[in-house]
């Protein structure tokens, strides 16, 4: 995807609001350079909806939710022993995207993600999903979203040491209730998909780190989820496997197109994999936008302290390549 500035992916960003949108396709460098392709508009049902999303964890969180929107900072709430990890987060995720989330320890983040698949109920607010608010949904109508729509990859893998990596892969199917030979099949071409061709018969401790990693990607790419929400999924992984897998994923979603948010604290990994950025800080979105946007336009000190070890000339080289393709079309 790297390197010659002419391998273009297509992606339609949502330009209303509601569950039905016209939208409007662009053309995305794999740098995030975007450049709108002439009438091809089209009406299109966004993936992710956010509404002004608060999570706060806490004796009285809706109380909490009230004085921040009254203009209460995180600081306060703390002193009554309220946490606000999210406050008023609102963004969408289209189909084919990879919507990075970024920030420090402790800014949200995982909190966000865990509200995207209804794992936390927000506090205040409302997470659509094909056009479904998850607040809405009962139980099983929430386990039904996690185990067919919005699959999960964690950093720690979660394989179980007892079973096989094919057993393993095929875990998400097995919640669903596939039938084994299916399931068996279904995990073995994810694992084929992850370059685990092989190691189906294997124990996880027989593998390093980065191949349970993979295993735990083929879990869920194996549910046909259109939604894998990625939470520090490459962190505990060595630099260079680290590296490889980013590589892998951007050259798995070039063929399987599917909708990831994706959370990092590491602006390179940001930068690498996002198609758009959402910067978090003391639980607030201050800065949702494309590698571009961050790098030349940040909202904040914050964002550019965030950006400032970013190879910008690497980057940015991406600028030739918009007026070359806005030539073409
Ligand atoms: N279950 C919980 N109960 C109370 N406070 C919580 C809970 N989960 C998270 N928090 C608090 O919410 C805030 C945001 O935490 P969160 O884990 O979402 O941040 P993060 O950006 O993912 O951090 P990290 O990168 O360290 O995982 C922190 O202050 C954290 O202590």
């Not at 995207?116 to 056009?131: E, I, K, Q, S």
């Amino acid at each position: 995807m790297y390197g010659t500035g002419v391998t273009w992916a297509t992606v339609r960003f949502a330009t209303g609001n509601g569950g039905q949108r016209r939208l409007e396709q662009r053309a995305i460098h794999p740098r995030g350079m975007r450049i709108a392709l002439p009438a091809t508009r089209e009406v299109y049902v966004s993936r992710l909806q956010v509404e002004h999303l608060y999570k706060v964890f806490g004796p009285r969180p809706e109380e909490a939710v009230q004085r921040l929107e009254a203009g209460a900072d995180k600081d306060e709430l703390r002193a009554g022993g309220e946490t606000a990890a999210v406050i008023d987060a609102s963004f969408e995720v289209a189909e084919g995207e990879i919507f990075v989330v970024m920030g420090l320890s402790g800014s949200g983040k995982s909190t966000l993600l865990r509200t995207l698949n209804g794992l936390l109920p927000p506090t205040a607010g409302a997470v659509h999903y094909d056009g479904r608010d998850l607040t809405e949904l009962d139980a099983p109508e929430l386990r039904h979203v996690r185990a067919h729509g919005i699959s999960m990859v964690f950093q720690h893998f979660a394989l179980f040491p007892h079973r096989t990596v094919v057993d393993n892969a095929a875990y998400g199917l097995e919640v669903q209730g596939v039938p084994k030979p299916e399931r068996e099949e279904r995990a073995t071409e994810a694992l084929r998909l992850t370059g685990l061709e092989g190691w189906e018969n294997s124990w996880p401790d027989e593998l390093s780190g980065g191949m349970q990693q993979r295993v735990g990607l083929a879990r869920a790419l194996a549910t046909d989820a259109d939604v894998l929400l990625m939470d520090e999924a490459f962190s505990a992984l060595d630099p260079l496997i680290r590296r490889e897998m980013q590589e892998q994923l951007l050259e798995l979603q070039r063929t399987l197109r599917k909708t990831i948010v994706f959370i990092t604290h590491d602006p390179h990994e940001a930068v690498r994999l996002g198609d758009r950025i959402a910067v978090m800080r003391d639980g607030r979105i201050v800065q949702n936008g494309t590698v571009e946007d961050l790098l030349l336009r940040p909202a904040d000190d914050y964002v550019a302290s965030f950006m400032a070890d970013v190879d910008r000339s690497a980057v940015l080289e991406g600028h030739h390549d918009e007026a070359e393709v806005t030539a073409r079309a």
